[in-house]
């Protein structure tokens, strides 16, 4: 079974030696593909001086996103004919099973499109803020498993996990594609899973092997009301909720654009400029036809966005 990896980064030198380091210590040791981001730093050069050896490297001469960028390594992944790809963060540390217990579980689960390990936090104490975010918003049994001391399953079956590491079989790819390109960052692994779930595959947690994530990318921040990471925080809510596959809400989505529009006009009456201004912003930032075409597109089976 050929098994690559495939690692975005961007600006990633605090965490990329021991994100590599880790898997190279693995029982099994995959193929490394590192799709570098238009860093800014050192994490170019440090690849180059210390890994180039162990990895396949693709320079992106611009910031791609996190989704277009993993396009990238997984349609190299496939071309290379590997049977399974691990899409893992920068800022990740694996144990030295976690690929060899991740291909049991997967081998073992062919209707799992998705696998991913427990994520903790980076220092191994915690369970990761987002991991504990999304297992505790499906109410899964795994929490309940592992605090009552009743055998654990292999692998617990969810409806969205983030994406530090997922486990998927090359037939996931050929079946769902690859990332939508129409999220820059975060709110594209919603949509995966969505996909994921659409196409009649299964998204499952498995206990058997824990992975380190050191993220301070906590989307659940809440930005100042205007500034640019408050419209892109805002825009890719829109974008999950009514690009969603396994719904009809993108038929909806001239109604929530004009629901803004019409808060912009009452606040312009109350002479609330900044109010005005906001909701004028969110009703032209909502574009119906690429939302529409995304869910026609994704509802088709094979492998879109990928080259």
Known sequence: MKISIVIVTYNGIKWIGDCLESILDSTLIPEIIIVDNCSTDATLDFLKRNYLQNIKLIESNENLGFGRANNLGISLALKSKSDFIF???????????TIEKLLEV?????????????????KGDLLDMS??????????????????????????AVEMIN???????????????????????????DNFCQRVLYHNLKIGITPKTVIKHDSDNNYSFTYPIGSEKYYKKFLNRIKV???NVNTEDY???????????????????????NNCKVNKTKY????????????????????????
């Open 284 to 307: 032209n930032l909502i574009d119906k036809k690429s939302i529409t075409n995304s869910v026609l597109q994704n509802r088709e089976t094979g492998k879109s966005y990928l080259v």
């Open 163 to 189: 994406a530090a590491a997922w486990f998927l079989p090359q037939k996931t790819f050929e079946i769902v594609g690859g990332f939508d390109p129409i999220f820059f960052l975060y709110g594209e692994d």
């Open 106 to 122: 997967s081998i073992k689960n062919p209707e799992f499109g998705i696998l991913s390990p427990i994520h903790s936090d980076g």
């Open 131 to 156: 991991f504990l975010y999304y297992i505790n918003r499906q109410g899964d049994s795994l929490i309940s498993d592992s605090i009552l001391k009743k055998e654990m399953k292999d692998v617990y």
């Open 251 to 273: 038929k909806g989505i001239n109604k929530i654009r004009f629901y803004f529009l019409k808060k912009a006009i009452l606040s312009l009456l109350k002479l609330d400029f």
């Open 241 to 243: 909720k009514y690009g």
């Open 87 to 97: 899409l893992l963060n920068q800022d990740t540390v694996i144990g030295n099973d």
